[in-house]
């Protein structure tokens, strides 16, 4: 029999007397009963109601899977609100980098930097985003997507902002390479879109936050057009730092990623979330204050130690019991009501041994019955009634347990995390190896023969968004050239070829359509791999001598577009590959493998040593190898829920 409470207590008394009952201050249970058993009952878990001398409210309790929430949820102003910080974080990167061109000129102009000192002022971006990269993602995995967005925008704002009232050389230096550590980390809030977006619509959705990033191209060119002659480089690095700011601003706003928090045993705050989101959308009763969520289907949301549950251990067992207190339909009683039996990694424990007048002998009774059934629910669950597995399976090693960068590496994930490396490493070197050839191919030719010959030799400066005779394609020119400023000649003086720059940014945005348009309908796999290949085939064709020049830009464009399009699908599958708990060190390992493969661009693409059509197609070559670990990924990830 239970323990006995008074009769007709009023519903504030009674909970009161619950929360603050001896039990509740015994040591919480490191795990608890898994959600799968929520709703469920037992003979154990009826609460007779002369014991209680009320009517009993029971409070149903339903346990869905991640997916089904995010159905019920549906797509909303909660996946539009993600998308826009998110977006205006990532389209930072393409600013900020795109901001190198003008920067390092004007800067060299105000400061009288020599060649040396101007190379340095951006390729010390580089090596922070490099850091960035390493960093940002393993930490994500520990400390969450949110607040390490956050914490990457907040370094690219404070020091973009800072960056323009630098008073020196030294300082400029010294906050772009913080600004490139945070940039080095802007590829978290992709994955925090990632798992915060219905499995239906996340092709779109993340090819969708590209366009943020041609639309940075596109404003840095824009405003570096109507401000930098009339207004200086100050004015022109504080106002691109806006959109940054405006993100950082909001990130409060920002849900934490369900996945994330269902990883780390959060289920409760996970349960918040979708609640939040379920109101935002328009659909409050879809996830209520009693609907528990779980990765997957029979999966233990929290776990439970043999040790917790022994009774010869002489520990005191006390489960965790989440109770509802509820109105009796009869005016003047008052009803208890167990809802359900779950825990809150987090939470501090809410134990019930009922009322102070209950004797000690009952509590501890009741302590045993519940923890009988605890026991009798987990070994069902088990294949075998073996007590090794038992053990097994209330492991304190979780089903999706956190796991360290060098899972990475493990059976099983080695060959995923091998063939992503590859392909961004291969993407990083040939897209901005394209880049680089872009101002070959524009450039008019200075006599009889084609400019894609291979005695074709510069006579102006190499950076191709700065000349009287070259003409630039993208912001992403700036990283194929700075990395050997150093060996330059004096420069004439600089004139921005704007029409070029947003000529190139358009056909970007053109890609970026296609992308959104066959994402969903091609494949992942398909997609980008077919899309490298037309890149490397066009750019082997490119290498052609004599070719006509009209026909080259053709060429070009297609071998340009065809990139974007295979490295934006690159970014949307590396997310979907990977499991929760790797995801941010996995998919930020590889940003930085694009970033030292975009690095050596340079020193391939710009080397006189070399003819050009060999440069040219082995940029080609390079995109094939990219096609091919496409097409070998390990599955099609279309329509696939993430781990």
Known sequence: MGPTFPTHPSAASLEESILESP???????QDAITDQHLGTQTPHDHVDEQDLGAHVDVVPVETITMKEAFERIGFGWIQIRVLLICGLAFGSDSIEVGLLSFLQLEAKEEFGLTAKQESTLSAVVFLGELVGALLWGPLADIYGRKLCSFLTALTVTVAAIASAFSPNYLTLVALRGIAGIGIGGLGVPFDLLAE??????????LVGIEFFWTFGTILVNFLAWALLDRAGWRVLVGLCAIPVALATVAFPFLPES????????????????????????????????????????????EHVEMSDLSATSGSSVTPQLAWQVSPSPDEGEEAVSRGAIRSDADASVAGVDGHDHASAEEKHKLELELAEVQLQDYTAASTSTDEEDVISLLSTEPKHKLEGPLALFRPGLRLTTF????????FGFSYYGTVLVAPLVFDRPRSNHSSMAPTTTPTTTSNPLMSTTTTPSSFADSVSSTAYMSTLAPEPPVEFDYSALFIAGASELAACILALVLIDRVGRKKLSGFSYLISGLTMLLLAVPNMPRGLQILVLVIARAAIFIGSTVTWVVTPELLPTAVRGAGHSWSNAAARIAAFATPYWGDSQAIPLPVRVGFYGVISLVASAGSFFFPHETLGMDLD
């Open 258 to 301: 369900p996945h994330w928090l269902l990883l780390k045993g959060r289920s409760r705050d996970a349960q918040k979330v979708f609640v939040k989101a379920a109101k935002l959308n328009g659909k409050p009763e879809a996830i209520t204050d009693t609907t528990t969520i779980v990765l997957e289907e029979d999966e233990p949301a």
């Open 419 to 426: 063939l992503l490396l590859l392909v961004w490493a291969c």
């Open 23 to 29: 039990m509740a201050s015994t040591p919480p249970l």
């Open 196 to 205: 915060f977006t219905p499995t239906a619509m996340r092709g779109k959705i």
